[in-house]
């Protein structure tokens, strides 16, 4: 059994302010508060409490790596690879692939909570790292190296041809080669 417990919930102040509810009876709005209050929490449930405080709405927490990876692709093959690149129109293909074997879900490495998010606006993955120690800095977020994709081969068009006309082109070309 986890050493770990899921204590951490989000809730609003009146102020529209995000709170985050450990347990019933405290509540904190920083991560220096969470560190006093919930040292126990999985690493799941800090990466996503962490996200949520210094990036809510921005990123989301990749909880299922291999769901990430079978969506990405799949949005990967949903694209046309012969349109061209457009102003405003977010396509995966013209940023590139990530190394799927990299995204792993959140864990705690000594007192450090490393974890990946996607960009809520482009899907893009993020490595995530913060120090869990007090007086630790906020999470920083680094995107991933991501490889091109390789260029749609050329569309070949191959027309029927009478094989009367072929063989006399042959001829053609021959004789102009004499």
Known sequence: ?????????????????????????????????????????????????????EYSGEFSVITDPETFQRDYLRQIEAEDPNQPWQEGVIRLRDFGVPEFAEICVPRLEGSHLVYFVSDDTTGLPYSAEVDLTPGSAAPTYRPLEL?????????????????????????DAASQVD
């Open 147 to 171: 490889r091109p994709m390789p260029e749609p081969p050329a569309e070949v068009s191959v027309q029927p041809t009478n094989p009367d006309e072929a063989a006399a082109e042959a001829e």
């Open 1 to 53: 059994m986890s050493e770990y417990v899921d204590v951490m919930q989000f809730g609003l102040k009146p102020t529209g302010e995000i709170v985050v509810m450990i347990g019933t009876a405290a509540e904190a709005t920083s991560l220096q508060d969470l560190l006093a209050l919930a040292p126990k929490a999985s690493p799941l449930n800090w990466a996503e409490v962490v996200n949520e405080l």
